[in-house]
């Protein structure tokens, strides 16, 4: 790691302090409303874009209840998956998602597809859209997440997939107090194309100036 990393994670670290109780201080009504106001923008944007699968987090902790989301999706015909860890190498297999009961308690605590229920698509599947969880973002496109390199990881493969056709558009779903006014980013971290909140859908079109790639 050279210095330049070595400051960006210290500021990460920071972030992520600053940020960890943010989400948890949302009003359970406001919670829940602000979840159902942003699913629904989330929602208006697949089908704006006429998107036919996505990839979306099963939310834990306090973050922001994508089930609205995935309700809509399975309503509308549209293909749901969801993530699941492996905690060995940090890497997500990807799973359909065609029922709640399809999930078990899994890494960390978090709701993931039971593998022996509904198994890993192949590593070639590149889903449409791909809704990403954050303890932070911001307009340009950053976003912290807890630090696993879950996400990244997950952008560094698809783009080199075997016959992977169009590719994914990655998106950002969080709650407007999220959002701060720079994420710090480093070169392997890349930005979202999109950024949904209650408040609005943000479409980030802007070259990044700093290096980082674009998902
Ligand atoms: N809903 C959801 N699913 C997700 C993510 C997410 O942010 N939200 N992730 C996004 O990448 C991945 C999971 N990443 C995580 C990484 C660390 C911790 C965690 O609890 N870390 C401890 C400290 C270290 C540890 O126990 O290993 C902590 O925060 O206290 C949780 C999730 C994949 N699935
Ligand atoms: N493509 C990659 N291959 C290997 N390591 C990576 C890759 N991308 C990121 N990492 C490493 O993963 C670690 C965590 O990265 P980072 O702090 O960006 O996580 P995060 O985006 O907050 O977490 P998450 O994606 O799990 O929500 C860092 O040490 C980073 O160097």
Redesign the pocket.
Known sequence: MNGE?AII?ER?AQL?LRMSGVRGTLPPEQHREYSEMACARAAGWLSHNHIRSMLVYVPFRSELDTKPLIEQAWQKGIAVYAPRCRRED?SMTLHRLRSWDELDAGSYGILEPNPLVSPAASEEFVPEAIF????AFDRAGG???????????L??RIPFSEGAGKLPVWAGIGFEIQVVEEVPM?K??ARLQVLITEAGCLQINEEAEDGTDAF
């Open positions: 990393q994670q990460k992520r940090c990403t969880p954050g303890m976003r912290l997440g807890y630090g696993g390199g879950y996400y990244d990881r952008h560094a480093e392997t971290d």
